[in-house]
């Protein structure tokens, strides 16, 4: 008998919640924002936009379908390296949209203008992209054709990626016209750095290094009050001759702030320097997976 506490932590829930939320975001973005202008912006969802001109089918159908045949192909091409979170997250785009086309069928433009409803589309789909991409997951498609790609070719798979959407966008501007195609192309690109920013922004944390004659009560600050680690490093003034130590700790956004306020506080001379650090794992951050 499987034993559901160990795999339905506080964590894990919490993970597939963000799961949820980011797949209705796409399928939200998809449907009422690209579905109106036939805008096919990479993925899974564009291959159905520009299936669905030639075949009479929906683009929720044709994702399903796509999705499905993709799983089969990199389980046997490549193995189950993908996870169970991909798995669901990408047949759960795929839901949602079915869902959103039974609720509300053939949707108007809410703006109706092409580039105002391309960026909005963009904007809320990246950004559930990037919470899906952020629990370790993908929404599928063409991600999956990367990893394909990428294993018969050597190709980067981010590049397998790209070029993928490429085709995707070309065959919009076969199916609906180079206007369309052109636009389609342009949210590929935005799509792509706002998923990436939008990770980055989710992970950022502040490396922050500290030279101070007397490190002890810095120390015993983010020990105890921020309840954070630290490391410390032996060093030597090269121009005051003097011995000294530096500590550099990795922060969240809220504990920075108060290690930077006690050190505004301190009477000792200080000397630190911070930098963004968007990739921290290991204890008091995300796990290595």
């Known amino acids: 008998m499987i034993h559901l506490k160990k795999y339905m932590t506080r964590d894990s829930i919490k993970s597939y919640l963000l799961i949820l939320v980011g797949i209705t975001m796409v399928g939200l973005g998809v449907h009422f924002f690209h579905s109106p202008f036939h805008l096919a912006v990479g993925g899974a969802y564009g291959i159905g936009v520009v299936l669905s001109e030639f075949t009479g089918l929906q683009p929720g159908d044709i994702m399903l379908i796509v999705n499905g045949v993709l799983f089969i192909l990199a389980f046997l091409l490549i193995g189950a390296s993908f996870g169970v979170k991909t798995i669901l997250a990408s047949l759960g785009t795929s839901g949602v949209v079915k869902i959103l086309e039974f609720i509300a069928p053939n949707p108007k433009s809410l703006s109706g203008d092409i580039m105002l409803d391309l960026i909005c589309g963009v ?50 501007t076969l199916a609906y016209g180079p206007k369309t195609g052109l636009y389609s192309l342009f949210g590929v690109v935005i799509n792509g750095l706002i998923i990436d920013y939008v990770i980055d922004g989710m992970n ?22 921020l309840i954070k680690t630290c490391t410390l490093y032996d060093a030597h003034g090269a121009y005051s001759g003097k011995p000294k130590q530096v500590i550099v700790t990795i922060l969240d956004r809220r504990s920075y702030v108060q290690l930077k306020e006690f050190l505004k506080s301190s009477d000792q001379k200080i000397f630190t320097w911070i930098k963004n650090s968007s990739e921290v794992h290991g204890e008091g951050f995300r796990a290595i997976e």
């Open 123 to 172: 904007i809320l789909s990246a950004i559930g992209i990037g919470i899906v991409f952020n629990q370790g997951a993908s929404t599928g498609g063409t991600d999956i054709l990367g990893k394909i790609v990428n294993k018969f070719t050597g190709v980067d798979i981010g590049k397998a990626v790209l070029y993928c959407d490429f085709l995707i966008t070309l065959g919009a």
């Open 204 to 225: 950022m944390a502040k490396e922050v290094t500290i030279v101070a004659d007397d490190p002890a009560p810095i120390v015993h600050f983010i020990h105890h009050e």
